[in-house]
């Protein structure tokens, strides 16, 4: 039997809840002791589901003093980690991939990084070689999201 989306159920697919930020939070403190620099975590999910939550709750887990705060203008944040940079991207301004794009991207990319993709669209079949878990967030009423955990093998 398949699942919705014609992946075979179980396999590397996990499914949680979440009741407010600090749960959203401590999910991504929890998802990032499994993640090894050159991952790539690909957020997607609705305005406001909580994709830039689990991030800060990552990165500071992983050792980011700075304040996390939403990359959408910029494109994309650095923060320097416990032997790991920390790049956050969030694509949605993105319509395409310039060259430009694509430079910034491997910048941001080289070295002993993980990278976290909200809006990952433009960019998703570039860094796929790189993803180690994508994260679906969906809002289920109030403070309630349900989050995917899709790994990959
Ligand atoms: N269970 C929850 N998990 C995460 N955030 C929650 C939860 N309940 C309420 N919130 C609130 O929802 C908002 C989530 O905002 P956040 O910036 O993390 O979303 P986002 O998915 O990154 O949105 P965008 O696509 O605009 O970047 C915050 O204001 C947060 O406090
Ligand atoms: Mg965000």
Redesign the pocket.
Known sequence: MSGPDGSEPGAGHEQVA????A??EALGAALAARLRPGDVVLLR?D???????LVRGAARALGAAAPVT?P?FALAHRYDADGVRVAHL?L?RLAGLGEEDEELLEDELDGPVIAFV??PGPVAALVEPRVRVEVD?RHEGG???RIDLRWRS
């Open positions: 979440s009741d407010g930020p749960a959203t999910g305005l406001g589901a909580g994709k830039t939550t939403s959408t969030d949605y909200e809006w967030l403070d309630r999201r």
